[in-house]
T-cell receptor, first 114, second 113 residues
Framework: AQTVTQSQPEMSVQEAETVTLSCTYD???????LFWYKQPPSRQMILVIR??????QNATENRFSVNFQKAAKSFSLKISDSQLGDTAMYFC???????????FGKGTRLHILP | KAGVTQTPRYLIKTRGQQVTLSCSPI?????VSWYQQTPGQGLQFLFE???????NKGNFPGRFSGRQFSNSRSEMNVSTLELGDSALYLC????????????FGPGTRLLVL
């Protein structure tokens, strides 16, 4: 069974700093997708970034980028120039190529301090 | 394009009752998945529907059921409610291919007293 582990339950950083959220996963599959979702205090879950396992190039979306290490089964999220609006719960997630069931980590609560 | 909508947004029920939650996917999306979010267990997959058929199911008791209509709208039903069913129920939709990104609705907050 696949598992997703986020080892940092909570983090705080100053506005404009760079922060990295860690995620490791376990799977025996070779084809899969990885995601970072953001859930602000209003509760609407928003996709931050997506990575296909077969792509070696790390995905980037503006200030958000990932460090995907397939052999190490690691998928960290880097937020550059952090903003107050980045305050949220961040979930790392895994989806097998075979089905649409998303396995979520427990989340990292990120506080951006003014 | 309108996002995923869920109704109602908040619900209070008592033990033993049943409840039906509704989810309208993004226009053109044919897959709808349901998740339960609780502080203790986090986000857990309930089931997925595609073209009116349940395509995938999580590890929840039979009290949890769902269905999908021809217009891709989906409903989720929980019978004989228990206190532990109190949770945020999230619905997500995606297009018709596997591996497509899922887009989430705002959720229905269910409180069982």
């Amino acid at each position: 069974a696949q598992t997703v582990t986020q080892s940092q339950p909570e983090m705080s950083v100053q506005e404009a700093e760079t922060v990295t959220l860690s995620c490791t996963y376990d799977t025996s599959e070779n084809n899969y997708y990885l995601f970072w979702y953001k859930q602000p205090p209003s509760r609407q879950m928003i996709l931050v970034i997506r990575q296909e396992a077969y792509k070696q190039q790390n995905a980037t979306e503006n200030r958000f980028s990932v460090n995907f290490q397939k052999a190490a089964k690691s998928f960290s999220l880097k937020i550059s120039d952090s903003q107050l609006g980045d305050t949220a719960m961040y979930f790392c997630a895994f989806m097998s190529y075979r089905d649409d069931k998303i396995i979520f980590g427990k989340g990292t609560r990120l506080h951006i301090l003014p | 394009k309108a996002g995923v909508t869920q109704t109602p947004r908040y619900l209070i029920k008592t033990r033993g009752q049943q409840v039906t939650l509704s989810c309208s996917p993004i226009s053109g999306h044919r897959s709808v998945s349901w998740y339960q979010q609780t502080p203790g267990q986090g986000l857990q997959f309930l089931f997925e529907y595609f073209s009116e058929t349940q395509r995938n199911k999580g590890n929840f008791p039979g009290r949890f059921s769902g269905r999908q209509f021809s217009n891709s709208r989906s409903e989720m039903n929980v019978s004989t409610l228990e206190l532990g069913d109190s949770a945020l129920y999230l619905c997500a939709s995606s297009r018709d291919s596997r591996g497509e990104t899922q887009y989430f609705g705002p959720g229905t907050r269910l409180l069982v007293l």
